[in-house]
């Protein structure tokens, strides 16, 4: 019973995540959608240090790309939140890649990128041209490139 009622909040929750994505979609006229949330296992969705990282997700994401906040909520799958950017979108992509390859625990992150179209950016497509013109490393979760994400000074640790 306790399953059921998470799957329902889940799907509702994920069905609300998507509705309001649409809206967005429909008042860009180019650039990037970035949706940023956690990719938490289990059926607890906000362990202790989430809020860390996911704040953390965050700042890397506004240091990297500088996208305008357009709105954040926490639903059954945690907390999340909708950006919008004037860069294109495979270049996003690639920036929100680094940081999630950065380290172990910011695989935990999950950012999503959509061109004004509506297309989501997947992570191996922007990978299999750039891999043979600028330095990657080949992960299992598929090519990234290679300098850490940005910046180095004053990180902060979770």
Not at 2 to 11: E, G, R, T
Not at 52 to 72: D, K, M
């Amino acid at each position: 019973m306790q399953y059921a009622k998470l799957k329902n909040d889940i799907l509702a929750a994920r069905e609300r995540r998507d509705e309001e994505l649409q809206k967005l979609l429909a008042t860009l006229a180019g650039g990037s959608i970035i949706q940023l949330a956690l990719n938490v296992p289990g059926c607890d969705k906000r362990p202790a240090g989430s809020e860390a990282l996911f704040g953390w997700g965050q700042e890397q994401l506004n240091n990297a790309v500088a996208p305008s906040l357009e709105l954040f909520d926490v639903d059954a799958l945690g907390p999340w939140v909708l950006y919008a950017s004037p860069g294109d979108p495979v270049d996003v992509k690639m920036k929100c890649c680094r940081i999630e390859d950065y380290r172990d625990f910011a695989r935990l992150l999950d950012f999503d990128v959509y061109a004004a179209d509506g297309n989501g950016v997947r992570s191996a497509a922007p990978w299999l041209a750039a891999a043979f013109l600028s330095g990657v490393r080949r992960t299992g979760a598929g090519m990234y490139p290679y300098p850490p994400p940005y910046p180095q000074s004053g990180e902060r640790a979770l």
